[in-house]
């Protein structure tokens, strides 16, 4: 719904209280939704019952209907007892209709299509009005008032009933507001995985505070079947808490800009039969070179991309870069130091009782003001990930890759590939020395499998990308999750600006970009580039 309205679409959505006799906010997740652009636009309705016993008798007026649910979440009440009403009779056992016929029926269900029609009735005689404006003219206009006695026998309000008439009348006269507002969200998407057999976890509880200790969650959603999720949230940090019975919770902070989706990074989660402690033993490695770096500083913190508070425990590598450590079961964020090196961070999982290698970070060497570096990691599988650099030359576009590793421009080296890694982790480091003017772009591409266009391997990599600039992380792209391609266009630059795309195919086909900047032929130029990549010899 968060997306309809940033994509400039309106709504009403009319729900039924429940019949449980119970506070509406407990009867379903509509009901229970405290996001307030879409509140506006969701009208829950109660059950009322004529005074007089059906049929017989004069109208007296209205009382609540016994069953009807009640509550703050009620926005308004409709007949909704003995409604005629065409009627399914259907044998379960069978699973067939016996017969489609007319009866009478009694709930909520039976009172929202009445609210469902004076909606459509209104905004058949005021197209221009906004779902929440729809929802404000049937609310305001709604008379006779309800009341019951609850429990204790106290007189309780329930609300006013719905009156067509006047709504349609103030319908008329309405002067439309402006339909949608400004966007101010952005997306934040991700998956959930049991750290043990790598599946993805449905129905885990993704929890969203404005700041960890914070006693109201500001937002909720559940994992889809394949421990995938996708929450809408205005641009700021927040911290996500990932709950799921018979699991360990654990959590992640991150950033939503306005307008761009985040990919959170995977959040590996340890079921309670693996708590205690796990060993968590990895590589850290050179960026440049991608050997093993002795002598460095890690710490650990609880949670992912937790840069600062307390730190749970230190390693230190040893002279071939390895460390070991022991750590509670959990997700964890190693921060990475040493002399003549950018602070780096990366993320480990501990599993109780196991031995959990590959755990394994990159750190690069301090570069010149300037200068831009752009490092590439995965996971074991797929072997072959490659680095794709596209950017401005004298004669179009280079194109810096593994059959091409170094761009030079009038003799002076501008852009080159370290390495070329075949056999899975990276890293593999672009460097900009020189940058011009002009739009830069770097792809991934997904070399195991260039030719199965049915792959998801390429979004089940782990991969990660990380961006410096001098002596600072500038900005870390995860890969997003269960995409199809072999193709990952991760970012544009120009000037000083990032632009993330985020899009995944099977061929580099420039369509997809997304940057308002991109020009016709610099799309052509860029797959053209790409035509017939010279074959490997990996052995």
Same mark, same amino acid.
């Not at 308004?76 to 044998?91: H, K, M, R, V, W």
């Not at 852009?415 to 940058?435: A, C, F, H, K, M």
């Not at 610099?522 to 990549?533: A, G, W």
């Given at each position: 719904?968060?997306?309809?309205?940033?994509?400039?679409?309106?709504?009403?959505?009319?729900?039924?209280?429940?019949?449980?006799?119970?506070?509406?906010k407990?009867?379903?997740?509509?009901?229970?939704?405290?996001?307030?652009?879409?509140?506006?636009?969701?009208?829950?309705?109660?059950?009322?019952?004529?005074?007089?016993?059906?049929?017989?008798?004069?109208?007296?007026?209205?009382?609540?209907?016994?069953?009807?649910?009640?509550?703050?979440?009620?926005?308004?009440?409709?007949?909704?007892?003995?409604i005629?009403?065409?009627?399914?009779?259907?044998?379960?056992?069978?699973?067939?209709?016996?017969?489609?016929?007319?009866?009478?029926?009694?709930?909520?269900?039976?009172?929202?299509?009445?609210?469902?029609?004076?909606?459509?009735?209104v905004?058949?005689?005021?197209?221009?009005?906004?779902?929440?404006?729809?929802?404000?003219?049937?609310?305001?206009?709604?008379?006779?008032?309800?009341?019951?006695?609850?429990?204790?026998?106290?007189?309780?309000f329930?609300?006013n009933?719905?009156?067509a008439?006047?709504?349609?009348?103030?319908?008329?006269?309405?002067?439309?507001?402006?339909k949608?507002p400004?966007?101010?969200?952005?997306?934040?998407?991700?998956?959930?995985?049991?750290?043990?057999?790598?599946?993805?976890?449905?129905?885990?509880?993704?929890?969203?505070?404005?700041?960890?200790?914070?006693?109201?969650?500001?937002?909720?959603?559940? +994992?889809?079947?394949? &421990?995938? @999720? *996708?929450?809408? =949230?205005?641009? /700021?940090? $927040?911290?996500?808490? #990932?709950?799921?019975? %018979?699991?360990?919770?654990?959590?992640?902070?991150?950033?939503?800009?306005?307008?761009?989706?985040?990919?959170?990074p995977?959040?590996?989660?340890i079921?309670?039969e693996?708590?205690?402690?796990?060993?968590?033993?990895?590589?850290?490695?050179?960026?440049?070179?991608?050997?093993?770096?002795e002598?460095?500083?890690?710490?650990?913190?609880?949670?992912?991309n937790?840069?600062?508070?307390?730190?749970?425990?230190?390693?230190? +590598?040893?002279?071939? &870069?390895? @460390? *070991?450590?022991? =750590?509670?079961? /959990?997700? $964890?964020?190693?921060? #990475?130091?040493?002399? %003549?090196?950018?602070?780096?961070?990366?993320?480990?999982?501990?599993?109780?009782?196991?031995?959990?290698?590959?755990?394994?970070?990159?750190?690069?060497?301090?570069?010149?003001?300037?200068?831009?570096?752009?490092?590439?990691?995965?996971?074991?599988?797929?072997?072959d990930?490659?680095?794709?650099?596209?950017?401005p030359?004298?004669?179009?576009?280079?194109?810096?890759?593994?059959?091409?590793?170094?761009?030079?421009?009038?003799?002076?080296?501008?852009?080159?590939?370290?390495?070329?890694?075949v056999?899975?982790?990276?890293?593999?480091?672009?460097?900009?020395?020189?940058?011009?003017e002009?739009?830069?772009?770097?792809?991934?591409?997904?070399?195991?499998?260039?030719?199965?266009?049915?792959?998801?391997?390429l979004?089940?990599?782990?991969?990660?990308?990380?961006?410096?600039?001098?002596?600072?992380?500038?900005?870390?792209?995860?890969?997003?999750?269960?995409?199809?391609g072999?193709?990952?266009?991760?970012?544009?630059?120009?000037?000083?600006?990032?632009?993330?795309?985020n899009?995944?195919?099977?061929?580099?086909?420039?369509?997809n970009?997304?940057?308002?900047?991109?020009?016709?032929?610099?799309?052509?130029?860029?797959?053209?580039?790409?035509?017939?990549?010279?074959?490997?010899?990996?052995e």
């Amino acid at each position: 719904m968060k997306r309809l309205i940033n994509n400039g679409y309106d709504f009403i959505f009319v729900q039924s209280a429940g019949n449980y006799n119970i506070d509406a906010k407990y009867n379903n997740y509509m009901c229970s939704i405290n996001d307030g652009e879409i509140n506006k636009r969701i009208l829950i309705v109660g059950n009322v019952k004529n005074k007089v016993t059906w049929p017989l008798g004069n109208h007296k007026g209205y009382d609540k209907n016994v069953d009807s649910n009640y509550g703050d979440r009620v926005d308004i009440l409709a007949p909704g007892t003995n409604i005629f009403s065409t009627y399914t009779e259907y044998d379960v056992f069978s699973e067939q209709t016996i017969s489609d016929t007319y009866d009478f029926s009694t709930g909520t269900s039976m009172a929202a299509p009445h609210v469902a029609g004076v909606a459509a009735m209104v905004w058949a005689v005021n197209p221009d009005l906004t779902g929440k404006q729809v929802k404000n003219i049937i609310v305001g206009t709604a008379d006779r008032p309800v009341t019951y006695k609850n429990d204790e026998k106290e007189s309780v309000f329930f609300g006013n009933i719905l009156n067509a008439e006047a709504a349609v009348e103030r319908a008329i006269g309405e002067q439309a507001e402006e339909k949608i507002p400004p966007k101010t969200y952005g997306i934040l998407t991700g998956k959930v995985t049991d750290a043990v057999d790598k599946i993805g976890i449905e129905d885990a509880s993704v929890i969203v505070y404005k700041r960890k200790g914070d006693s109201n969650y500001y937002a909720f959603s559940s +994992t889809y079947e394949d &421990g995938s @999720y *996708e929450l809408y =949230l205005e641009p /700021g940090d $927040y911290y996500i808490l #990932i709950e799921k019975d %018979g699991y360990i919770s654990t959590y992640a902070h991150t950033n939503v800009q306005e307008g761009l989706t985040t990919y959170n990074p995977e959040l590996k989660v340890i079921d309670e039969e693996h708590s205690g402690k796990g060993t968590v033993t990895g590589v850290i490695t050179n960026a440049l070179d991608g050997r093993g770096v002795e002598g460095l500083t890690i710490k650990f913190r609880e949670g992912i991309n937790t840069t600062s508070g307390e730190v749970v425990k230190e390693a230190t +590598t040893d002279s071939y &870069g390895i @460390y *070991e450590v022991q =750590l509670d079961a /959990g997700s $964890y964020t190693g921060e #990475i130091s040493g002399e %003549g090196f950018i602070t780096a961070y990366f993320y480990a999982v501990s599993i109780g009782g196991l031995f959990n290698n590959g755990q394994n970070g990159v750190i690069s060497p301090i570069i010149p003001e300037g200068q831009t570096r752009i490092v590439l990691t995965w996971g074991e599988y797929p072997r072959d990930l490659d680095s794709h650099l596209t950017g401005p030359s004298v004669n179009g576009r280079f194109h810096v890759y593994y059959g091409n590793k170094t761009y030079y421009q009038d003799g002076e080296k501008y852009v080159d590939l370290d390495r070329d890694d075949v056999s899975s982790y990276g890293p593999e480091t672009t460097t900009i020395y020189n940058q011009t003017e002009g739009l830069y772009r770097f792809y991934i591409h997904d070399y195991t499998n260039r030719n199965n266009t049915g792959s998801k391997n390429l979004s089940l990599s782990g991969a990660e990308v990380r961006v410096y600039l001098g002596s600072n992380l500038i900005a870390v792209f995860s890969v997003p999750s269960d995409e199809v391609g072999t193709v990952w266009t991760v970012f544009e630059i120009e000037g000083d600006r990032i632009i993330p795309v985020n899009t995944f195919s099977n061929e580099l086909n420039l369509n997809n970009i997304r940057s308002l900047n991109t020009m016709d032929k610099m799309r052509t130029e860029d797959m053209e580039l790409f035509l017939d990549l010279p074959e490997k010899n990996i052995e």
